[in-house]
């Protein structure tokens, strides 16, 4: 009868699926959105959906600000400059809404949303898509 030590092949193929079932399990919470790296690409990862847009910082502010009273979010606070801003609103159910913008490169703008203290994967989504359909 042949053992595991025995046979190179059989020792080979079991650490490779213990290696392969090790690094799917510690690969994290991510569910990629839409295909590609650069912009129009989003990934919602730990609870955050994570994006480039092809529009400066000042007007993806303008189209975050356009989403919010088009979504009936109440704006508890918004801050920006050249480079960054950030929103906090809230939702009728009063679950909290963090946007936050950063400039990529030229013309390129980095949009995170968060939903809550763990994510709302459907609303971040929304939000995101409609920011960029603004755009």
């Known amino acids: 009868m042949k053992t595991l030590q025995s046979n190179p092949v059989s020792r080979a193929f079991l650490l490779w699926s213990l290696l ?47 989403v919010v009273s088009e979504m009936n979010l109440n704006l508890i606070q918004s801050t920006s400059d050249e480079v960054s801003a950030e929103f906090t609103a809230r939702t009728a159910d009063d679950k909290r809404v963090r946007i936050n913008l950063a400039s990529a490169g030229n013309n390129i703008t980095e949009v995170r949303v968060r939903i809550g203290t763990f994510g709302d994967e459907t609303l971040s989504r929304d939000i995101f898509n409609r920011i960029e359909a603004r755009l």
């Open 20 to 66: 392969t079932a090790l690094l799917l399990s510690s690969t994290g919470c991510v569910a990629i959105l839409a295909g590609g790296a650069g912009a129009g690409a989003v990934a919602y990862v730990r609870g955050e959906a994570k994006g480039n847009v092809n529009a400066s910082v000042d007007r993806t502010a303008q189209a975050v600000s356009a």
